[in-house]
């Protein structure tokens, strides 16, 4: 009974009350790290209730984390995702990890006006959208069990998250941009020294010994995500992996990759000359409106006088100010 009351008595006194009090270590002229120093803790999964709403809850929460084996393409429930990856190869923890790509605050914040689409999509179509994004895969019907509990443990999640609320940890960690594009061969030095003993030489992960779900997952290739998934920008890559990977070393809190090395590596990850995906099917939606194109995407056409590759690989800070004096979005 403790973890709900403290839980919401938190949020009541303001969320950061709610921080695990760890502090990272100060990083000198690092001002980004040193103003968001916190976390928000997740509910533990030991309250989660017992019965039928807690049994959803459950099955939500094991769908995230064992994607392939339901809705992969031998899934039990039945081929939605084209490939073997899960909710947790990148919402780690089953969505809970501080910047990890957490889903904590997700049910607070949907529905929501989406770019990509220029409209309005549930928390269900988002769900969606990785389904056919990272995992190239096909929606799964929106009044299936399966939509109803993954929904279920978002909104569990959630709970005592105000409507439009957010937590500190339930977005990205915020990186400076830099002066230089990144490189894509400075990346592949540091992917052979941080990341090729999970990932592999060729970057297609390893499976577990049956076959059915990765140990590590693959970076590139037809078993990947598909090239507009966010992973595949720039910005957001570098922030996820910069906190996250290695992912037996790295954590918000002490990332073992300098800034220069997350911009380079996700950008030898997320190069299409060097690397191939799966393709996106010519009938996605691709941000129909030029100017709200993300910074860090990688096809045109853009509202704004920079290449593609400039797009692709940065540098970011003309883009930026370019668009901000003529009152573009800047989102990345
Ligand atoms: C290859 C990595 C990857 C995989 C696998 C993946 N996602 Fe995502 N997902 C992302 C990224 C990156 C974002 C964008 C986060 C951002 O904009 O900061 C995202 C966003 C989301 C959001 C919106 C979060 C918010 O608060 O706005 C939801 C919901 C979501 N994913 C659910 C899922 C579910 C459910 C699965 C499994 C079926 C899944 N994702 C698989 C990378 C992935
Ligand atoms: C100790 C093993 C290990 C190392 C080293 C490691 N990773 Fe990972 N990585 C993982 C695992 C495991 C996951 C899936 C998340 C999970 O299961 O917790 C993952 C997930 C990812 C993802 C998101 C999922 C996907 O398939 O796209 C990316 C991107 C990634 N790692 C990049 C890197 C980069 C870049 C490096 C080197 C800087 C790196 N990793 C080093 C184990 C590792």
Redesign the pocket.
């Known amino acids: 009974m403790i973890r709900p009351l403290l839980l919401s008595l938190c949020i009541a006194t303001l969320l950061v009350a709610c921080a695990n009090h760890e502090k990272p270590p100060a990083e000198s002229g690092d001002s980004v790290r040193d103003s968001m120093p916190m976390a928000f803790v997740a509910p533990d999964t030991s309250t989660i209730p017992v019965g039928k709403v807690g049994d959803m809850i459950r099955y939500g929460r094991e769908l995230?984390v064992n994607?392939p084996l339901y809705l992969g393409p031998k899934g039990s429930v039945g081929k939605y995702a084209g490939n073997l990856?899960?909710?947790t190869?990148?919402?780690l923890d089953a969505g809970t990890r501080p910047y990890g790509?957490s889903?904590i605050?997700?049910h607070a914040?949907y529905p929501q006006y989406r770019m990509r689409e220029a409209r309005i999509l549930s928390?269900g179509e988002?769900?969606n959208n990785?389904?056919e994004r990272?995992?190239n895969g096909r929606p799964i019907p929106m009044d299936s069990k399966e939509m109803n509990a993954?929904l279920m443990y978002?909104k569990w999640l959630a709970k005592g998250i105000p409507v439009d609320g957010r937590v500190p940890g339930d977005?990205?960690m915020k990186m400076p941009l830099l002066d230089r594009a990144a490189d894509p061969a400075k990346g592949k030095l540091v992917y052979d020294q941080h990341c090729v003993r999970c990932h592999g030489d060729d970057g297609q992960g390893i499976l577990a010994a049956e076959g059915t779900k990765y140990t590590y997952p693959p970076l590139w290739g037809p078993n990947s995500?598909q090239p507009g998934?966010?992973?595949h920008r720039l910005i957001?890559a570098a922030q996820?992996i910069k906190y996250n990977m290695p992912q037996d070393l790295a954590r918000w809190d002490k990332p073992v990759l300098t800034d220069e090395e997350a911009y380079d590596v996700a950008a030898y990850v997320n190069d299409d000359e060097l690397h191939t995906r799966p393709p996106v099917p010519p009938e996605a939606p691709n941000y129909p409106i030029a100017k709200e194109r993300p910074i860090d995407f990688y096809l045109g056409p853009f509202a704004d006088p920079f290449s593609s590759k400039q797009h692709k690989f940065g540098p970011y800070k003309e883009i930026f100010a370019w668009r901000k004096q003529h009152g573009h979005p800047t989102g990345y």
Do not use: E, G
């Open positions: 995230i994607t990856l899960a909710c190869s990148c919402h790509l889903l605050s997700s914040r928390l988002r769900v990785c389904i990272p995992l993954i978002m977005d990205l995500y998934s966010s992973m957001k996820f």
